[in-house]
């Protein structure tokens, strides 16, 4: 069975304008993969900078138009990894987090990293069911 590269606009424009040699979503089967993405502005395309409880509500707003994009959504996501570039944020980060998997979320990790190309902090990808 072969990958399928899933569109998913405005979202894969604006990766393209980066330059960034990834898809936004790909499907195999019954999974559906989806990219970490900086927190763009859906307005205007450009990296959102803001409070960390902005930036982490747009990122999972992208994550759940991926996923419906692909034929899924969030209550069939199976692991989320969650980078960001600051653990004192865990709980700021954490509250909306929770507003979005409020019931029987997945699996996680939260990892902490140094910096990103752009003025952002935080990337959420994940893989789910379809």
């Known amino acids: 069975m072969k990958k399928e590269v899933i569109r998913v606009e405005p979202l894969s424009t604006y990766l393209e304008q980066l330059k960034a040699p990834t898809s936004v979503v790909t499907r195999h089967g019954d999974t559906v993969y989806v990219s970490g993405l900086p927190p763009f502005d859906p307005a205007t395309g450009r990296v959102v900078e803001a409070p960390i409880e902005r930036q982490a509500e747009i990122v999972l707003d992208q994550l759940k138009l ?54 952002f902090d935080i990337e959420i990808d994940c893989i789910a069911a379809c």
Request: aromatic share 14%; charged share 15%; net charge neutral.
């Open 66 to 119: 991926c996923l419906e994009t692909a034929g899924s959504s969030l209550d069939n996501v199976l692991k989320c990894n969650v980078y960001c570039t600051s653990i004192e944020q865990f709980a700021a980060v954490n509250a909306i987090y929770a507003r979005y998997f409020p019931k029987d979320p997945p699996a996680r990790i939260f990892v902490c990293v140094p910096a990103w190309f752009g003025p």
